[in-house]
């Protein structure tokens, strides 16, 4: 223990001191608000790119008609298919199949719906979304029935001027989930899964290199002689997680000032009261400390393996896009029933961090499934950590030789103990 605490010590140190630590942290949040700067000027829009009604094809739909304003209870879904609305005959007996899962969406029309303009919609998803949107079949009943007669209502219904009040169960105990907790559930895993882009990006070239730069200048040879490579190698990693959190620290601290400040300004541009629980942000801690072990660990497998820094970087790029993976197949993560692919990336290791976080921003992922990724992840990044010492122990000095897979796997088991 005690030689693995003067590794992470010397290397934390030894970062510190250098000018370019400080210059890669400072840079990154100068770069990201010229980022949002030029996206706002773009007039990119994350609501219109994100907006996608949930698909109904396969729920079971009903309306209480209450106003006597739809001319039909039929409409053509997603998969342009006839789909029927089940009739009720009072508001309450509708909710309260919602409540007890026997109907998915039911909507209500109230009496004054001519004078007031207002749609209820009540929903009991297994995965509470900010961004879920049923609406889609009302609309086009609404639209329907307008086109029939027109009349002051229906120019309300045609020109979209129809409020839509969306009351959402909690399915842990019926509670009515408001805005405001909805956003909260997403703000947390974005949270999460933009620290840990940022650490994978500012840090990605800098792992491997660490590992790197003791094969060419022979210091491996000499490290190896009074310290045990277990040591080693784990007072790397642990030293290059401290000194990625010192550089998220160096980034978070003044986004939390500026975000205090303006809520205690009133200069936050909408009306929208971030509540952050205890519990989930615990969760999703553990989450991006795991999986930052886990992308550590790799990024060091390829230290370890590479002899120069040029092979590194050439590894170390398909190490991102395996992290990044999910990313590009990201509508796959913004259902609620989702393809057995988005369930291999949420379970493959490389892309298992990113996959988690965007579930949970989707808020498709149960507490369960959370669970079960961070031990997954645990025991990869534990497997890596194991595998870069059993490569640094047989590997240190060959600094001139290209990485031999056959060669180091012929070796007998015996050996990983090393």
Known sequence: ????????????????????????????????????????????NAGETLEAGVDTANMTLGVFDEAKYLAAKTFINAKEE??????????????????????????????????????????????????NDYSTPIRSLLSATALAEVSPINFAVITNTVEYNTTTYSAEDNHEVNMDEAISKVAIPAIGLAMFYILIVVLGNRLTAAMVEEKENRISELILT????????????????????????????PLIIAYIVALRYDAIPFDIKITFDATLIAEYLILLL??????????????????????????MSVIIILTILPIFFIGTFAGQELEPFTYF?????????????LRGVFGNLPTWELLLGIADITIFGIIFSKLATYIFCHNAIASSSKFNFKQLLSRPRSTWKN
């Not at 590794?7 to 770069?31: G, H, M, N, T, Y």
């Not at 899962?101 to 001519?114: C, E, N, Q, R, S």
Request: hydrophobic share 50%; glycine share 4%.
């Open 82 to 131: 006839k789909q029927e609305l089940k009739e009720y005959s009072n508001r309450e007996t509708g909710i309260k199949d919602v409540q007890n899962g026997k109907l998915d969406v039911f909507y209500y029309l109230p009496a004054k719906f001519a004078e007031e303009h207002k749609v209820e919609i009540h929903v009991k998803p297994d995965n509470v979304s900010a961004f």
């Open 290 to 315: 795991t999986s930052y072990f886990l992308f550590t660990s790799l990024c060091v497998v390829i230290g370890t393996m590479s002899s120069s820094a040029k092979d590194a970087n050439s590894f």
């Open 1 to 44: 223990m005690s030689k693995t605490c003067q590794v992470i010590r010397f290397e934390v140190v030894r970062s510190l001191k250098k000018p370019s630590f400080w210059l890669a942290a400072l840079l990154v949040p100068i770069l990201l608000g010229f980022y949002i700067f030029i996206a706002a000027l773009s007039g990119y």
């Open 345 to 357: 990336l949420t379970y493959f290791p490389p892309s298992a961090p990113l996959a988690l976080m």
């Open 226 to 253: 009074s310290i045990k490579p277990i040591n080693l190698i784990i007072g790397k990693i642990i030293s290059l997680m401290i000194l990625g959190i010192i550089q998220l620290l160096v980034l978070a601290i």
